[in-house]
């Protein structure tokens, strides 16, 4: 195993089985038959190309917005993807068998070595294209990053104002809830969809003096108005 830092990789070395800190990307004399490269976008292809594998290696990222072919450039036999679609914190452990891993190949041998590996993860697998990947990953930004920042902002504001974060947990919960159960577009509320442009202008003036979220809090209400009062 190989990372930048490597206290890292000898702290993830200590959880598995059989696992031992390598001092660079060669990996020529390696008995292994896959590699995983699990690093941020913007190393890929320079972890990619500096890698050296043995010979008959598969090479496997696990980037939800890189397209399969992004591998092109290493010396690998095969080549695949295996993304799981979850949010990863280092102190918050995870229940892998409720994990959705997508899998994509660039041969019928390595699709088959890649789900029969994801299936001994989760039992929640599925073949991927690329496209399809890349839609999945953006709708995920919106689901899980964008809506945690929105809960940062919350905070914020409350905090402000001396008040428990602990206020807005049964709101949030309730809201994940139903959206679950009724699905999100049945499961908005609020005043931007009632229309309620009374209550918009009187939140809108609160913010007065955070121009930035201010703007944000207009484009989203606007945005909700759009869709449910002009299809409506």
Request: proline content about 4%; overall charge negative; hydrophobic content about 45%.
């Amino acid at each position: 195993m190989f990372s930048r830092d490597s206290r890292h990789a000898a702290e993830l070395t200590g959880r598995l089985y059989q696992a031992e800190v390598h001092g660079s990307l060669d990996f020529s004399e390696s008995t292994s038959g896959l590699f995983i490269v699990s690093v941020a976008d913007d190393a890929l292809i320079s972890v990619i190309r500096e890698l050296v594998l043995p010979d008959d290696a598969t090479i496997v990222h696990t980037s939800g917005s890189q397209p399969l072919t992004i591998l092109q450039d290493s010396a690998a036999t095969g080549m695949g993807v295996l993304y799981p679609l979850q949010t990863f914190s280092k102190d918050k452990k995870i229940d892998w068998k409720a994990v959705p891993l997508f899998v994509e190949a660039g041969d019928d041998r390595t699709q088959a070595l890649l789900m029969e590996l994801a299936a001994e993860i989760s039992p929640r697998v599925y073949p991927m294209q690329s496209e399809q990947r890349l839609a999945l990953h953006v709708a995920g930004v919106f689901a899980s990053n964008f809506s945690n920042y929105m809960l940062t902002v919350a905070a914020d504001i409350l905090r402000a104002q001396l008040l428990s974060f602990d206020y807005l947990k049964p709101l949030i919960v309730e809201t994940i809830n139903k959206a679950m159960v009724l699905g999100p577009e049945e499961g908005q509320s609020g005043p931007a969809r009632r229309g309620d442009l009374e209550i918009l202008d009187r939140h809108l003036e609160f913010l007065q003096e955070d121009a930035k979220i201010a703007e944000i809090y207009r484009l989203i209400s606007q945005q909700i108005i759009d869709h449910y009062h002009t299809t409506e």
